[in-house]
């Protein structure tokens, strides 16, 4: 845009000088019509084909820059779908699978029997009962990473549409 605006600029005073050269007589200041004259109109035809084609040039950069600007916009495009739809798959698949299994773990433990009614006085269910506490916990922090992961990934208040809020909270 810049380089088209001083071709412009350039345009007009090439075609400024050319019509006063053409105006002016120059007999009135004893100088006679010569080679010269050909010679300067010769530079001024060179000189305005440059310029146009340097102006094509600047046009076709320009048209190029606007393409390539295009491009990027739909590879961002293409990605930030990707990451909403890897994030939801995500959220939703594999936070559902773990909250199932974190259900069903609690079913399991609430139909266990606690360590006043053993199970057989052989047998010891109190580390056992101990475990599966424990893989109920590793399952919540999973699902809290999951959510975390999820919401880096494509953050919801993009969807309404506020970057900057967005933005804010990294």
Not at 20 to 31: E, K, L, N, R, T
């Amino acid at each position: 845009e810049a380089i088209s605006k001083r071709l412009v600029q350039l345009t007009r005073l090439t075609s400024n000088v050319q019509d006063s050269a053409s105006v002016v007589d120059f007999s009135d200041y004893g100088i006679k019509r010569g080679w010269w004259h050909d010679e300067i109109e010769t530079l001024f035809d060179s000189v305005r084909s440059m310029m146009l084609r340097l102006k094509k040039q600047a046009d076709d950069l320009e048209k190029s820059r606007s393409e390539m600007q295009e491009l990027a916009q739909g590879v961002i495009r293409a990605q930030e779908n990707e990451r909403k739809y890897i994030s939801r798959e995500l959220h939703s698949e594999a936070g559902q699978l773990l909250t199932m299994m974190k259900s069903t773990l609690a079913d399991i433990l609430d139909e266990f029997p606690s360590d006043e009614k053993p199970l057989s006085k052989t047998f010891d269910h109190g580390p056992f009962r101990d475990r599966m506490e424990h893989a109920s916990q590793q399952i919540e922090e999973t699902l809290g990473v999951v959510r975390a992961l999820s919401h880096q990934m494509r953050p919801s208040l993009l969807d309404v549409g506020d970057v900057n809020i967005a933005l804010s909270g990294y």
